[in-house]
């Protein structure tokens, strides 16, 4: 039967102190993003997306990792991507309301952020709900056929969508990247009292991915776990409430949370890191932080991914459907914070 990994803790311990020396956990920031107000979430993702980029790179070339991009989600209503653009959305509704995706609940919760144990629960009820219900919704993605020809082919990638070389593609997103947090840097300098300049903090979470690479052979990606603790609950009800006996569903991105809580939770120690309510603080109520903590999970299962597993990991691959559901992802944050601050609940 497997049982936690230790490889998979120490990455995730890694990542979670990443995030949190980052400073991109704290809801303020999140919120404070969708509203426009603050760009230190903006500079550390694109400086994450592109040192993720290069760290994969290094990783298929020493041979310890194979990384493959990402294929879209589909639920076949309207779109190929679909389920992309619906789970993202839905994540992006989410953060707009807990102030945490996926990830940064848990330096939240290792720093004693107050909502953070809600967001959590609604985390967890939405694995539970989606294992449930939501896998069923995923339907296999349409096969593109060339013309006069029986051969399938998968465009997963931005370079094959375009046809262009593939490093050349590359090269093109890491200066997109370094040149949006170049731009955003001089017309948003970072606030006096963050811990690190949002593209330095960027950088150590784009560590982290080589990380997780060299001890796991994955990439970065939370949201998986939730799901997985869906199945163990269904396991459970299964073999104890209807006596079904199956074999115990997988734990293992449960070992990189676990790690992930450890690690912010040992530095935010060590640099008496705290989250408590202070002034200009955004305070996140029970029931928004549960509802939006459900939102979280069901979207970003969804859509395959949640911020690590799309905009970190995916996107450095240049898979077209992290790119569309990381689009999606902002576009539903963004909408949602406008609509709340329009209702005065921002």
Not at 52 to 65: C, G, Y
Not at 256 to 261: E, H, N
Request: glycine share 14%; proline share 4%; charged share 10%.
């Amino acid at each position: 039967m497997e049982t936690l990994s230790p490889r998979c803790i120490l990455s995730g311990v890694l990542f979670g102190a990443a995030l949190t020396a980052a400073g991109i956990y704290s809801p303020t920031v999140i919120i404070q993003q969708m509203h426009f107000e603050d760009f230190h979430m903006m500079k550390a993702f694109f400086s994450a997306s592109a040192t993720s980029a290069l760290a994969i790179i290094l990783a298929n070339r020493l041979h310890f990792s194979a990384c493959k991009p990402r294929a879209p989600n589909t639920l076949n209503w309207f779109s190929k991507y679909d389920g992309n653009l619906v789970g993202g959305a839905l994540l992006g509704v989410g953060m707009a309301l807990t102030g945490a995706c996926p990830g940064t609940v848990l330096p939240q919760l290792a720093t004693g952020i107050p909502s953070a144990s809600y967001v959590l629960l609604g985390g967890l009820l939405g694995g539970i709900l989606y294992s449930r219900y939501g896998k069923s919704l995923i339907r296999p993605a349409q096969a593109e056929v060339k013309a006069d020809s029986k051969q399938i082919e998968e465009r997963l990638t931005i370079d094959q969508v375009l046809k262009i070389d593939s490093t050349r593609a590359l090269a093109i997103y890491e200066t997109l990247c370094l040149s949006i947090v170049a731009s955003v840097s001089y017309l948003a300098p970072d606030k006096p009292d963050v811990l690190l300049p949002g593209a330095v903090g960027g950088l150590l979470i784009g560590l982290s991915q080589f990380a997780s690479l060299f001890l796991t052979s994955s990439t970065l990606g939370v949201s998986t776990a939730y799901e997985q603790l869906g199945n163990v609950f269904w396991w459970v009800y299964r073999t104890i409430v209807l006596g079904k006996r199956s074999p115990r569903p997988s734990i293992k991105a449960t070992s990189f949370v676990l790690g992930s809580v450890l690690g912010s939770w040992g530095l935010g120690k060590a640099l008496g890191l705290s989250g408590g309510g202070g002034k200009g603080e955004v305070i996140i109520g029970t029931l928004r932080a549960v509802a939006g903590g459900v939102l979280l999970t069901f979207g970003s299962r969804v859509a395959g991914g949640c911020t690590s597993g799309h905009g970190i990991s995916g996107m450095s691959l240049l898979s077209v459907g992290s790119f569309v559901s990381v689009g999606a992802m902002f576009a539903g944050g963004m909408g949602t914070a406008a609509v709340l601050k329009f209702c005065g609940s921002a």
